[in-house]
């Protein structure tokens, strides 16, 4: 479990492909702590630490996460820690479980960018709900049928990934994970 509080931007500087991929990922302040079965949330992608040297960690992904996330396009990744008992859940509960892919739209007045969603993610997204994008906490400003808005802080903008993203540049999604248990409910109490 995460909380989409971004720790550290780091980099992929190591990529063995195989019948399952091994990155490595430069990130000091992640590393200084990691050991092998830990879970690190990179561009919001739940992964398990497989090997640490220095300032590095390793991770196998798998073919079916590549095909669903960002990752093997990624350079910059956003880094995150689980959290532990005593942390502060900061931004909102995260699973680091990639619901789809999305696109940066366009980048409008006052840092709020506007980002284009798979249709069947949108029905899990409201105004002022939580969302996390590329492993970032962040609140929608506007909920449309094919996009929604969020308004980043000049924090935001320096220390993720979402400071350099393009427009037209690919973003992973995790929906708030409350609405769809919700919509699970909602199914069995017809």
């Known amino acids: 479990m995460f909380t989409g509080i971004v720790e550290e931007l780091g980099e992929i500087v190591g990529c063995e492909p195989g019948e399952v991929t091994r990155l490595t990922i430069r990130g000091p302040l992640v590393t200084s702590d990691a050991r092998e079965g830990d879970s690190v949330a990179v561009n919001g992608v739940c992964l398990t630490v497989t090997g640490v040297t220095n300032d590095t960690f390793a991770v196998d992904v798998v073919a079916e996460t590549l095909a669903r996330t960002s990752l093997g396009a990624a350079t910059a990744v956003n880094l995150e820690r689980a959290v532990t008992p005593a942390t502060r859940l900061g931004g909102h509960l995260v699973q680091g479980h990639v619901d789809g892919v999305g696109t940066l739209l366009e980048r409008g007045e006052d840092a709020v960018v ?15 709900g939580s969302v996390t994008v590329d492993g970032i906490s962040l609140t929608v400003v506007e909920a449309a049928v094919d996009s929604f808005t969020v308004a980043l802080i000049p924090t935001t903008l320096a220390r993720t990934t979402l400071g350099r993203t393009a427009v037209g540049g690919p973003v992973n999604l995790e929906v708030d994970v ?3 248990y919700v919509e699970r409910l909602m199914m069995f109490n017809r």
Do not use: Q, S, T
């Open 114 to 128: 506007r980002i284009g969603v798979p249709p069947e993610l949108a029905r899990y997204l409201v105004a002022k």
């Open 178 to 180: 409350v609405a769809k």
